[in-house]
């Protein structure tokens, strides 16, 4: 049975940093991309960075030079270190993972950005 476990969630202060790592357990396949989204209240869950098997990375516009994304393929596990966090990044944090015939979400840790 796949499951992610989340964590690094919590609140912290405008200008601070958060790290997020999700480690995912039970896969027997190798994960293809692997990746964070948000949800914040009242909006659509919006990808925030993924990345591939091989180390290719994508971002969203509003995190670009703010957040990385990384991976550890022999731990399966994804990490997301956000810098200089704005009240506007507070949302609910989810990691997915691709494998070839489906996706798995994670739980969702939350990140509150606040003075």
């Known amino acids: 049975q796949v499951q992610l476990v989340e964590s690094g969630g919590g609140l912290v202060q405008p200008g601070g940093s958060l790290r997020l790592s999700c480690a995912a357990s039970?896969?027997?396949?190798?994960?293809?991309?692997m990746g964070w989204y948000r949800q914040a209240p009242g909006k659509q869950r919006e990808l925030v960075a993924s990345?591939?098997?091989?180390?290719?990375?994508n971002y969203a516009d509003p995190v670009k030079g703010r957040f990385t994304i990384s991976r550890d393929n022999a731990k399966n596990t994804v990490y997301l270190q956000m810098n200089s966090l704005k009240p506007e990044d507070t949302a609910e944090y989810y990691c997915?993972?691709?494998?070839?015939?489906?996706?798995?979400w994670g739980q969702g840790t939350q990140v509150t950005v606040s003075s």
């Open positions: 997915k993972i691709s494998l070839v015939f489906r996706d798995y």
């Open positions: 039970g896969i027997t396949y190798n994960i293809n991309t």
């Open positions: 990345i591939g098997r091989g180390g290719s990375t």
